[in-house]
């Protein structure tokens, strides 16, 4: 199996290299990560200016490569030819917040293993949470069981999973996406020449307890593992739709 390996915090990030060094004795596995830190990024593709990328060893000294896009251009990059050999899979992360609820479409960790399904690839994002400090190891070690898992039970092209591990783990659950609660605040500021900018600021969100969610898992100590795709067609609705939209208008 080969494996690419990117994240949205950037090459020098710890959760990085804690994934590059679980992953290892499982496949061969080729970094190609921002130079800079792309969180909430989203789903980003770069076509007005160049990408570069360059050779830049990891923390180990293990080889990788630094790339001046966004998590999803390093994918793109690396799936329409950087990468000469054939690649298995796309893993994202380790990254040091959950990405849970409406998040997913915010977030760089999550949108490079949207970019995988595009090129039809599997795509792993892997998340934890910092607070108090993040369990590097072990979501590492989550993920590496997980994509052990896969290599006997490859997942369908076009899916993804989104992965989210609690500091300690009681059990994996199969959830969907839950909803996001943001506590985000417009923070209006005064530059020198007493012109107004801009923060989006507040505390860090929570979410909502619904059973069976990614929030809901997490929170009582499970792995959340959400199937994902990027067929975002509400389906339930057309019959309805089409009961009042007509083919003649
Ligand atoms: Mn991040």
């Given at each position: 199996?080969?494996?690419?390996?990117?994240?949205?915090?950037?090459?020098?990030?710890p959760g990085?290299?804690?994934?590059?060094?679980?992953?290892?004795?499982?496949?061969?596995?080729?970094?190609?990560?921002?130079?800079?830190?792309y969180s909430?990024?989203g789903?980003?593709?770069?076509?007005?200016?160049?990408l570069?990328i360059?050779?830049?060893p990891?923390?180990?000294?293990?080889?990788?490569?630094?790339?001046?896009g966004?998590?999803?251009?390093?994918?793109?990059?690396a799936?329409?030819?950087?990468?000469?050999?054939k690649?298995?899979?796309?893993?994202?992360?380790?990254?040091?917040?959950?990405?849970?609820?409406?998040?997913?479409?915010?977030s760089?960790?999550?949108?490079?293993?949207?970019e995988?399904?595009?090129?039809?690839?599997?795509?792993?994002a892997?998340?934890?949470?910092?607070?108090?400090?993040?369990?590097y190891?072990?979501?590492?070690?989550?993920?590496?069981?997980?994509i052990?898992?896969?290599?006997e039970?490859?997942?369908?092209?076009?899916l993804l999973?989104n992965?989210?591990?609690p500091?300690?783990?009681?059990?994996?659950?199969?959830?969907r996406?839950?909803a996001?609660?943001?506590?985000?605040?417009?923070?209006?500021?005064?530059?020198p020449?007493?012109?107004?900018?801009?923060?989006?600021?507040?505390?860090m969100?929570?979410?909502r307890?619904?059973?069976?969610?990614?929030?809901?898992?997490?929170?009582?100590?499970?792995?959340?593992?959400?199937?994902?795709?990027?067929?975002?067609t509400a389906?339930?609705?057309?019959?309805?739709?089409?009961?009042?939209?007509?083919?003649?208008?």
């Amino acid at each position: 199996m080969h494996i690419l390996l990117t994240n949205d915090d950037g090459l020098t990030a710890p959760g990085l290299l804690a994934l590059k060094h679980a992953l290892t004795p499982l496949a061969r596995v080729t970094v190609i990560a921002p130079s800079r830190n792309y969180s909430a990024a989203g789903h980003r593709k770069t076509l007005h200016k160049p990408l570069r990328i360059d050779p830049a060893p990891l923390a180990d000294g293990s080889e990788a490569w630094m790339c001046s896009g966004a998590p999803s251009d390093c994918v793109a990059l690396a799936l329409l030819g950087f990468v000469k050999d054939k690649i298995d899979l796309v893993v994202s992360g380790i990254n040091p917040h959950y990405n849970i609820g409406q998040d997913l479409t915010y977030s760089g960790t999550v949108t490079a293993a949207f970019e995988a399904s595009i090129f039809g690839l599997p795509g792993i994002a892997v998340s934890t949470e910092s607070d108090p400090v993040p369990n590097y190891a072990l979501t590492a070690q989550v993920a590496a069981q997980l994509i052990q898992k896969l290599s006997e039970r490859p997942l369908a092209t076009n899916l993804l999973l989104n992965v989210n591990v609690p500091p300690q783990v009681i059990g994996w659950r199969i959830t969907r996406q839950g909803a996001r609660v943001y506590k985000d605040e417009l923070v209006t500021r005064h530059d020198p020449r007493g012109r107004a900018y801009y923060w989006i600021g507040g505390e860090m969100p929570t979410g909502r307890l619904d059973e069976g969610t990614d929030f809901w898992a997490i929170e009582h100590g499970h792995v959340s593992i959400t199937p994902l795709h990027l067929d975002l067609t509400a389906y339930l609705t057309m019959p309805d739709l089409e009961s009042w939209i007509t083919p003649d208008g």
